[in-house]
């Protein structure tokens, strides 16, 4: 634009792209503009010089806002080829008056954007679909290389223009993007204005970085600006910027940042792929970061004891060359790299499309070679932010707590919860441990559902994540204790009328220190008991309840006439349930059989805050034990009563023979070995005659069916447990021989099955057609 207007000169970029960052590199050294006008946080001009102390890219500008009703957090990532940060660091070199001019992520245009320079081509899908299948490529980062990064420089600007102008063509824009680009485009103007009023004779130069979706729209409301203008000479000031709602807390930090966080094949709404590659490409060109990438590839796989040979590498090479070639690209291309070594390292048939052909985080079952190839393309960069970087409350808070509590920074802690000092640390401890800082590992103390145990063991580890995740933790609040409430208030609003998800956080609470909490997940849990229809999810509560209740002096908590109330909805509750269960052969549920393990507790160790009695119980459970309940409610309902009622006659020996077919056998005994293990292994020696005797007399096919199920049942006992055991049932057959020889094999258990299908099923050939005198018909080694 030129006449009585100002230069204005439009750059659209990709985010994170190295061709837009030499793009806008070289038109700012070539134009030294007056103006560098760039998208990003408007909020963060009067900050521009703690964005410039000095940091280790990659960095970001973590967003966020909190009021009653609203949790927004949001990243800007900048890394060196960012465009956005060449356009800053190159407009400070050159003297320019640098401006961010997009509104605030916190403001209502960002309500759905975790990451502000995320791509954008869900917005124009159809154009980007027409421009792949026209140019015979698998998607947009293929493209985008095939068109931008390999070409030509000197015709990169046209390229991109005409790009930009083709996929924002005549759609309309969202809600969101007409907001950002009408508060951008008032920056844009007041600039304009205001250096066609400084220019004298010859107008000032303005640089614009945006978006390239946003760039057609910017042009277009600049053109109808100058318009107008004509008539109605403007002295438009600078636009306000969006104040922080008063309503709410928040604000704009900056966070170290890693190039994991960035790869679009593992973030989230992330950028470019592969940001690895792009910095080689950034720093040394398309022919060094294609030599560079492989090298560091064949490193990846020969440190992880995958070998390459020589051959495979050269192979590798000369299928790079030839595919760039082939592809019209004057160097090599980041898919063509890929393409090279897939086709000359992997080996195996894949069962599923190369991921750099699509988006989206690795597949389990991904190929090991294809999984490295990634990984070294992602790279492993952190940022580091300089050490004048300003912090957010709930950052120094931590470090005053830890250092207060004596928590040191790497090692064993151990704590004794019984005195004031052990439990005002374990409860830092815990609050970390809920907003999910690295570093912060419990290895024992209190559980649910053990005994009381004062002593708790922490195993605290350095971390390069410790930073950023407090950093982005001070969103939650100022402080440890505050931060962790937001933290337990978002799960509690996330759990709903999920009992077992409340009663995790109410555990937490209690941890954490945070009574008034605990009693809000009280207040909600009452009501919801007496609709709940989640047997698990209502045993996890009465679990969690019960150990509370039974335990825990230290956390104020033992005999509370609160949770004895709730302990008691819920015993009933869940006898209601139970009642209602129907069904015949089904895998043992585990959360089930540790619902009824809650209500056998509660039955031994707090019979007093129940209206029900103990005889009612054990009633209830003798009805569970019917043949039209599920096999594991069956055992479990038979352990129950003899764990309950040991004087009652039922003959547990006699209802394990009952359930003796191979399909339910397994599941039962999990039922009945988790109500009564331990009464079973000290007083019924006739049960473990009786199960030798079952699994003796199955049939091989009969054995392979019921041996999955029969692990899961013995899983049950502890290898001490599991070692008596086999004790008793060498001494049953006369055997001379260790326990651990029925306890350990040379083979995987699950390949063993395997194995014994495949020769069950040779024998049946083998029978069927005559060639076998005397089939396995029985027996098992």
């Known amino acids: ?18 061709a837009c960052a030499r793009l806008v590199r070289d038109t700012v050294r070539a134009l030294r503009p007056a103006y ?10 009067d900050r521009l010089d703690e964005l410039l102390l000095g940091h280790q890219l990659p960095i970001a500008v973590f967003s966020s806002y909190r009021d009653r009703t609203t949790r927004h957090v949001s990243w800007a990532p900048l890394c060196d080829y960012s465009p956005e940060w060449v356009a800053l660091t190159e407009g400070r070199s050159a003297g320019s008056v640098v401006r961010f001019i997009d509104l605030p992520a916190w403001h209502s245009a960002f309500a759905d954007t975790e990451n502000r320079y995320a791509d954008a081509e869900r917005r ?10 026209e140019f015979a490529v698998d998607n947009i980062d293929t493209l985008w290389d095939h068109l931008v990064e390999i070409g030509d420089d000197a015709t990169l600007a046209e390229r991109l223009a005409a790009y930009f102008d083709l996929v924002r063509g005549d759609d309309e824009a969202g809600a969101g993007d007409v907001q950002r680009e009408e508060y951008m ?72 940042y890693s190039f994991r966080r960035l790869d679009a094949f593992d973030g989230y709404q992330s950028g470019m792929p592969s940001p690895e590659y792009y910095q080689r490409l950034w720093e040394g060109g398309p022919e060094q970061a294609a030599e560079g990438i492989t090298r560091a590839v064949v490193r990846r796989l020969r440190e992880r004891g995958q070998p390459v040979s020589t051959a495979a590498l050269i192979g590798a090479r000369t299928l790079t060359g030839g595919l760039s070639r082939l592809r019209g690209h004057r160097s090599p291309s980041r ?52 050490r004048d970087t300003p912090h957010p409350p709930l950052v120094h808070d931590a470090d005053s707590e830890l250092a207060r509590h004596g928590i040191p920074e790497r090692g064993e802690h151990e704590l004794d919860l019984a005195t004031d000092s052990g439990l005002a640390a374990s409860r830092v401890l815990h609050r970390l441990r809920v907003l999910d800082i690295p570093g912060y590992r419990r ?13 708790e063991v922490w195993r605290v580890t350095a971390s390069p994540l410790r930073l950023p995740m407090l950093i982005e933790a001070g969103s939650l609040g100022a402080t440890c204790a505050e931060a962790a409430a937001t933290r337990l208030g978002e799960r509690f609003d996330a759990a709903g009328s999920d009992t077992g998800g409340l009663a995790e956080v109410l555990f937490d609470a209690t941890l954490c220190g945070l009574a008034e909490l605990g009693d809000t997940v009280v207040d909600r849990i009452r009501g919801l008991i007496e609709s709940a229809s989640d047997t698990a999810g209502l045993g996890q509560l009465l679990a969690v309840t019960l150990s509370l209740w039974r335990h825990d002096r230290i956390f104020g908590t033992a005999h509370s006439p609160t949770l004895a109330a709730l302990i008691d909805a819920a015993v009933l509750r869940l006898l209601w349930l139970i009642e209602a269960i129907r069904g015949g052969p089904a895998p043992a549920d585990d959360r089930m059989l540790h619902a009824l393990i809650a ?103 009969d054995f392979l069916t019921a041996l999955p199920a029969l692990r899961l049942a013995f899983a ?32 995987d258990a699950g390949l063993l099955a395997r194995a014994r299908a495949l020769e069950a099923r040779v024998d049946e050939l083998l029978t069927e057609h005559a060639l076998l005198a005397n089939p396995l018909g029985s027996g098992h080694d």
């Open 1 to 18: 634009m030129t006449g009585d207007a100002a230069r204005v000169t439009f750059i659209g970029v990709r985010h994170h792209s190295p």
């Open 36 to 45: 560098v006008l760039i998208e990003g946080p408007v909020d963060m001009n």
């Open 124 to 133: 124009y899908d159809h154009a980007v679909t027409r421009l792949c299948r």
């Open 185 to 256: 485009a008032r920056w844009i103007h007041a600039a304009v204005d205001a250096a066609n009023r400084a220019a004298g004779t010859r107008p000032a130069p303005i640089v614009v970085v945006t978006g390239g979706f946003h760039r057609p729209a910017l042009v277009r409301r600049l053109d109808e600006h100058l318009l107008s203008a004509r008539t109605a000479p403007s002295d438009s000031p600078w636009p306000h910027v969006p104040p922080f709602p008063g309503d709410g807390v928040g604000g704009s930090y900056l966070v170290p």
């Open 335 to 386: 898919t063509d790299v890929l393409d090279g070594l897939a086709g000359a390292l992997v080996t195996e048939a894949l069962d599923r499309p190369l991921p750099w052909t699509g988006r989206g985080q690795l597949r389990p079952g991904t190929d090991p070679v294809v999984v490295e190839m990634v990984a070294a393309l992602s790279g492993s960069r952190t940022g580091r932010l300089h």
């Open 443 to 455: 290895t024992s103390g209190p559980l649910v559902g053990r005994p009381p145990d004062p002593r």
């Open 599 to 701: 209500i056998r507790d509660t039955a031994q160790h707090a019979p007093t805050v129940l209206s029900v009695d103990r005889a009612d119980i054990v009633g209830v459970f003798r009805r569970g034990a019917a043949p039209d309940r599920p096999p594991a409610l069956r055992g479990a309902a038979v352990g129950l009563v003899a764990a309950l009622a040991p004087d009652d006659t039922l003959d547990v020996a006699r209802a394990v023979r009952l359930a003796g077919q191979p399909e339910v056998l397994g599941d039962f005994l999990a039922g009945l070995f988790a109500l009564a293990r331990e009464q079973l292994l000290d007083t019924d020696a006739p049960l473990l005659a009786v199960l030798d005797e079952l699994v003796d007399r199955f049939a091989s096919p």
């Open 716 to 747: 049950w006992f502890p290898p001490r447990e599991r070692a008596r055991i086999a004790t008793r049932l060498l001494a049953a057959r006369g055997a001379d021989a260790a326990p651990a020889t029925l306890l350990r094999l040379d083979a």
